[in-house]
């Protein structure tokens, strides 16, 4: 499977947008699919995943602004940004799995398929 992340852009404070993780070669509707960011000089974090059975997680950080939901027909993930801060600044990366073992669905290294990055900029 292929993933292609796309959505990311320049938006001021408070804003919203909306990243696309688009699948070909596979369906991802038995997968678990993630969504990582890295800011410069930071780590790859966990920003927030959902299984095949539709459950949902999500980091502290974006809990309450931030929404990730499917739609199996178009082979996509999406991850709605709501109330976008300039802490919230990073590249943005999808990334897929069949065999991510709930208690480390929040690990990078659990995925093993993974999308280019889409940059998204929140600043004033």
């Known amino acids: 499977v292929q993933l292609q992340a796309s959505g990311g852009g320049l938006v001021r404070p408070g804003d919203s947008l909306r990243l696309s993780c688009a699948a070909s070669?596979?369906?991802?509707?038995?997968?678990?699919v993630g969504w990582f960011r890295q800011a410069p000089g930071k780590e790859r974090g966990f920003v927030a995943a959902?299984?095949?059975?539709?459950?949902?997680y999500y980091d502290d950080l974006v809990k309450g602004r931030f929404t990730i939901s499917r739609d199996n027909a178009e082979n996509t993930v999406y991850l709605q940004m709501d109330r976008l801060s300039p802490e919230d600044t990073a590249d943005y990366y999808c990334?897929?799995?069949?065999?991510?073992?709930?208690?480390?669905?929040?690990?990078?290294?659990?995925?093993?398929?993974w999308g280019q990055g889409t940059l998204v900029t929140v600043s004033s």
């Open positions: 959902i299984r095949y059975n539709g459950h949902t």
């Open positions: 070669g596979r369906t991802l509707s038995r997968e678990t």
């Open positions: 990334a897929s799995s069949r065999s991510v073992i709930l208690p480390s669905i929040r690990t990078a290294a659990q995925y093993s398929t």
